[in-house]
């Protein structure tokens, strides 16, 4: 299972980013997919997560601002960031559990004061 990222960037405090993560296999058989990051110096951090059923999932920081969404036709997770603040900044991974653990390899997020 390969799992591609993107959509990070630079955004100001309140601004909006979509991240998505493309997944090589059928996301239909991937029973939990999940977005973590890492700040600079700081321990990496489940952020949001989806199972298959569709239920959902947040770290405390980011509820009401943050929506996790899956595409089963496209292979693909979304991560929309609404409210971004300076402490959202970080390298963001998605993440895929199927019989093992896959790392998407991070994209960067930016938010500047």
């Known amino acids: 299972v390969q799992l591609q990222a993107s959509g990070g960037g630079l955004v100001q405090a309140g601004g909006s980013l979509r991240l998505s993560c493309v997944v090589s296999?059928?996301?239909?058989?991937?029973?939990?997919l999940d977005w973590h990051r890492q700040a600079l110096g700081k321990q990496r951090e489940l952020v949001a997560s989806?199972?298959?059923?569709?239920?959902?999932q947040y770290v405390d920081s980011v509820k009401g601002r943050f929506t996790i969404s899956r595409d089963n036709a496209k292979n693909t997770v979304y991560l929309q960031m609404d409210s971004l603040r300076p402490e959202d900044t970080a390298v963001y991974y998605c993440?895929?559990?199927?019989?093992?653990?896959?790392w998407g390899q991070g994209t960067l997020v930016t938010v500047s004061s």
């Open positions: 296999k059928s996301i239909v058989e991937i029973n939990y």
């Open positions: 993440h895929a559990i199927r019989y093992g653990h896959y």
């Open positions: 989806i199972t298959t059923s569709g239920s959902t």
